[in-house]
């Protein structure tokens, strides 16, 4: 069940998307599934004390094909929350019917470029808002 409070959208499955079998690539499971993260990311208002990412983890399972102009539903929740990282779990639907999930796992990094970091109580506080 998808919940109400998490960020949702759209894309059209395009030409450019498909190999020649007319089925959607698997890597362009994944672009969309970060561009959701991304616009999900979009609803906190950044923090002088926000580490940087990187992507530490990315998983992907697949039930049915996609093809060209097939509308996808993209649902993006808090799968977990680590001392040092977080996980998305980006499902996409094609109305009823599950299409695939796409699982990133983002690490904390010190802004200096340094090592991995510890994420701050405030935005814990806020992930745990959309775990899923």
Known sequence: MVKDRIKASDFRVTFRDVDMNG????????????????DFWRRRRA?????AFIVG???ATFHVPLAIGDIIHTHVGV???G????????????????VAEVEI?????DNEGGGSVALPE??????YSFLD
């Open 23 to 38: 089925q959607m690539f698997r890597s362009v499971y994944v672009d969309r599934a970060e561009e959701a993260v991304a």
């Open 47 to 51: 923090a002088s004390d926000d580490p």
């Open 57 to 59: 983890k990315v998983s």
């Open 79 to 81: 799968s977990k929350i």
């Open 83 to 98: 001392g040092k990282s977080s996980g998305f779990i980006v499902r996409m639907t094609r109305g009823d019917e599950a």
């Open 105 to 109: 796992v983002w690490v904390a990094m």
């Open 122 to 127: 405030d935005l814990r506080d806020w992930l």
